[in-house]
C-alpha cells in the first residue's frame, strides 16, 4: 500500500523568511495531494493541493511543487507570519475498495517567530 | 462553504456507556469519513461511506459502529470502549466523482473513564 514520508518533524523559522516541507510517496498510481495545517484544537484544515497532472500551483504565498518521476511533492510558503505556525501534514490518494482514502505523513511542528 | 460540523465537541464516557458521535454536512458531497487522531499524530482512518453505503473499514473494533442515516449524515456509535480509545474523532467529506479533496469538520474531543 501507500507509504507517505514527510520532513522535518520539526522547523522553525524567522518570521519573513520561507519554510519548506518535503514529502514522499511510494506508489506511483498516487494522482492527488493535499496539504492540510490544522492548528491547535482545531480540524485538519485543507490550505493546497495538486494533482499529478501538474508540476506546481500557487496560491499567495503558499505553493506546491510536485515530482512524479521521483515521487515526491514539497509545500513552500514565503514571507511566513506567526499564524502560520501550525503542524502541517502532507497525503497521498490512493484507492481502496472503489473509494479513494488518503495517506497522511507524520506531519511536521512549524513554528514561525517573531 | 466547505463546512462539515461535528457534535458534541467534548465527550466523557465511561467503558459501559453507550454514546453516539455525529456529523453534517450540506455541500453535495457523496463521500463521508471518519478518522480518529491521537496526540502528535496524523488522523487515522478508521471509515469510508461512499453514496451511503461503507466502502473501507480499516479494520476497526466492533465496539465502534457507524452508519450513515442519508447524504448529508454521519453516525458513529460507540459502545464499551476503552481508555485508549480517548481521542480526537474527525469527520470529512469530499465531492466523489473524481473529486478527492477532503473537508474536515472540528472534531469530536473523547475521553473514556
Known amino acids: 500500500g501507500e507509504n507517505v514520508e514527510q520532513h522535518p518533524s520539526t522547523l522553525s523559522v524567522q518570521e519573513g523568511d520561507s519554510a519548506v516541507i518535503k514529502c514522499t510517496y511510494s506508489?506511483?498510481?498516487?494522482?492527488?495531494f493535499p496539504w492540510y495545517k490544522q492548528e491547535l484544537g482545531k480540524g485538519p484544515q485543507l490550505i493546497i493541493d495538486i494533482r499529478s497532472n501538474v508540476g506546481e500551483k500557487k496560491d499567495q504565498r503558499i505553493a506546491v511543487t510536485l515530482n512524479k518521476t521521483a515521487k515526491h511533492f514539497s509545500l513552500h510558503i514565503t514571507e511566513t507570519q506567526p499564524e502560520d505556525s501550525a503542524v502541517y501534514f502532507c497525503?497521498?490518494?490512493?484507492?481502496?475498495?472503489?473509494?479513494?482514502?488518503?495517506?497522511f505523513g507524520k506531519g511536521t511542528k512549524l513554528t514561525v517567530n517573531p | 462553504d466547505t463546512e462539515v460540523t461535528q457534535t458534541p465537541k467534548h465527550l466523557v464516557m465511561g467503558m459501559t456507556n453507550k454514546k453516539s458521535l455525529k456529523c453534517e454536512q450540506h455541500?453535495?458531497?457523496?463521500?463521508m469519513y471518519w478518522y480518529k487522531q491521537k496526540a502528535k499524530k496524523p488522523p487515522e482512518l478508521m471509515f469510508v461511506?461512499?453514496?451511503?453505503?461503507?466502502?473501507i473499514n480499516e479494520s476497526v473494533p466492533s465496539r465502534f459502529s457507524p452508519e450513515c442515516p442519508n447524504s448529508s449524515l454521519l453516525n458513529l456509535h460507540l459502545h464499551a470502549l476503552q481508555p485508549e480509545d480517548s481521542a480526537l474523532y474527525l469527520c470529512?467529506?469530499?465531492?466523489?466523482?473524481?473529486?478527492?479533496?477532503?473537508?474536515f469538520g472540528p472534531g469530536t474531543r473523547l475521553t473514556v473513564t
Open positions: 455541500m453535495g458531497h457523496r463521500a
Open positions: 461511506y461512499s453514496y451511503e453505503k461503507l466502502s
Open positions: 506508489d506511483s498510481a498516487s494522482n492527488y
Open positions: 470529512a467529506s469530499s465531492p466523489g466523482q473524481g473529486h478527492y479533496e477532503q473537508y
Open positions: 497525503a497521498a490518494s490512493c484507492r481502496e475498495g472503489g473509494s479513494e482514502k488518503l495517506v
